[in-house]
């Protein structure tokens, strides 16, 4: 599949441009407040104290791009011919360890063989999925479970 | 808050397959249909308001031109308002402000949706396997698994089960309460279509944790409806429907922030503002249209407008409470999931036919207040940060 991508392209604006950045250079950058080392995703003025102009007193930083399932879905059916061949997949929204909520694909997983609900509470950690060499080129955060140890 | 009380004294209601008519003659045609219906002419509305569902609340509408051109309607003002299915509400809060300052004596509050028809259209086209485009400014996760509202809507039935125990066969209790309604409405889509929970569960899985038949109508139609003061309404040809109350809330109040919007919807100030309006408690409620785009969107409204306990609504649905004979019938008319899907305007439509008495086989005795919900607007996905309204409507004083 090199060079080519038949699906919806992400839509890098103003305010998540250097998030898509971080992506290119394997890292999952979140917004962070200088003052009082909240984090959130996407870009937010912080929400417990006072703002300087513009929120300037927040900037990108490197989380760890390790969290826990929050909530999770089995997509089984075919919505889109482009996406025949993924199906079925596991779209989960995940409970970063610094707080923000981020919702990717969990890849490594038998989806046909798993329900839903029983990945919910499980850890996961971010893979990072290239494709740089199409036009205006990207990388994807995905997921994966951690497997447990022993 | 004013003392100007608004009521509805005429209705225009498409629905069924409209192949081959744009959303604009839909409503235009809606629109005249209204007109007919409140016995007034053209010119006696010099008020607009078009319902377009647009997505989250940013985007501007894709086509141009409207219904009060096309109709040619002497209107003082139009502009479009809506937010993803908060339509029929929306338009009655916008055309308030209008009617109580006397800047207009009708207001027609119109909008339609083709969704059915392109749906088929793009079927008949086929798929000529070009690339997407990219996904909207400010959207997220179309390029890793976001592809209709059911990829994120089953997040709240998935996270509900995970921590209330909620199970996949009490969302098909609830289907099949409301497909029990539809089936008393020959305009509904599933119409003489009877399911039974054993036939949701062996339905297909769309997105686990949903089945299809927790997923709503895809759907045709155009719905209108006339505005006036309580006072003009004395005269109406129609018996009027009074707007007792309306309340709104946001996900983004604090829902959103306390990560509980997966399992609560913003109903909490929006039902306390609209019953204080309307002066009601729960339990004087004769019918509840519930926004039902999915089962679980029901059943979290069961249990945050409190006819049952949070976590509980699983229970509730079972024990048969919503369905015919049930002690709040919700639906009436068979709503999103079983009738027809047409945003918030589906379960104003049947609102305000059983008010008036017209609901046929389906008609509830004696009823005398109603509430119709409207839900929308993701903001981006996961955000989920959607508006949830309330609005009681009545019989009145």
């Known amino acids: ?53 513009f929120a300037a007193q927040m900037g990108w930083r490197p989380a760890s791009g390790r969290g826990r399932v929050f909530s999770a879905n089995i997509h089984r059916w075919v919505f889109d011919p482009h996406w025949a061949d993924d199906v079925p997949y596991a779209y989960v929204l995940v409970e970063l360890e610094e707080g923000p909520l981020i919702s990717s694909m969990l890849v490594d997983l038998d989806a046909a063989a798993t329900e839903a609900v029983s990945l919910i509470g499980r850890p996961v950690e971010v893979v990072y999925e290239d494709h740089l060499d199409v036009e205006e080129g990207f990388v994807l955060p995905k997921f994966r479970l951690v497997q447990a140890e022993g | 808050m004013g003392n100007t009380r608004l009521a509805i004294v005429g209705l225009g209601s498409i629905t069924g397959p409209q192949l081959g008519r744009s959303r604009r003659m839909l409503t235009s045609e ?82 339609a949706t083709d969704t059915r028809s392109r749906a088929e259209a793009a079927k008949l ?109 004395r005269d109406a040809k129609q018996k009027p429907v009074q707007v007792l109350g309306q309340g709104f809330g946001d996900v983004t109040g604090s829902l959103w922030w306390e990560k509980l919007n997966y399992t609560h919807m913003a109903v909490e100030k929006a039902r306390d503002l609209a019953f204080g309006q309307a002066g009601i408690s729960l339990s004087d409620l004769d019918a509840a249209m519930l926004y039902d785009c999915f089962t679980a969107e029901v059943l979290f409204q069961l249990e945050d407008y409190g006819w049952c306990e949070k976590g509980e609504g699983g229970a509730f649905a079972e024990s048969g409470a919503i369905g015919p004979g049930g002690s709040i019938p919700v639906n009436t008319g068979g709503g999103l999931l079983s009738a027809y899907h047409f945003d918030d305007c589906t379960g104003f439509v049947e609102a305000v036919r059983q008010l008036r008495g017209t609901a046929g086989e389906r008609q509830l005795a004696d009823a005398a207040t109603v509430m119709f919900t409207s839900h929308g607007g993701e903001l981006l996905s996961p955000g989920m940060c959607s508006i949830h309204a309330t609005t009681v409507l009545g019989t009145g004083r």
């Not at chain 2, 377009?52 to 309607?73: I, K, Y």
């Open chain 1, 1 to 53: 599949m090199t060079g080519e991508w038949t699906k919806a392209r992400p839509n890098v604006d103003l305010d998540n441009k250097e998030f898509w950045d971080g992506l290119a250079e394997h890292q999952l950058l979140l917004w962070h407040c200088g003052e009082c080392g909240a984090w959130y995703w996407p870009k937010a003025y912080c929400n417990r104290h006072d703002n300087q102009p």
């Open chain 2, 30 to 111: 809606a629109a005249r249909l209204a007109i007919e219906d409140a016995g007034l002419s053209r010119q006696d509305i010099d008020g607009a308001v078009e319902m377009r569902a647009a997505p989250g609340g940013g985007d501007r509408s894709t086509f141009v031109d409207a219904f009060t051109r096309m109709l040619n309607l002497p209107v003082n003002f139009y502009f479009p308002i809506g937010r993803g299915g908060a339509l029929a509400s929306l338009g009655i809060a916008a055309a308030y402000s209008f009617l109580e300052r006397g800047m207009a004596n009708y207001v027609l509050v119109a909008g």
């Open chain 2, 125 to 233: 086209l086929g798929h000529r396997g070009r690339p997407h485009d990219r996904e909207k400014e400010g959207y997220w996760g179309s390029p890793v698994g976001e592809l209709r509202a059911v990829s994120h809507h089953s997040w709240m039935a998935a996270r509900h089960m995970a921590t209330y125990g909620t199970t996949s066969r009490q969302l098909g209790a609830i289907a099949v309460q409301i497909r029990e309604w539809a089936c008393k409405n020959p305009e509904a889509q599933m119409y003489g279509k009877h399911i039974t929970v054993e036939d949701h569960q062996a339905s297909p899985v769309i997105v686990d944790p949903y089945h299809l038949f927790d997923v709503a109508q895809v759907s045709d139609g155009a719905c209108a409806f006339i505005l006036t003061t309580e006072e003009r309404a």
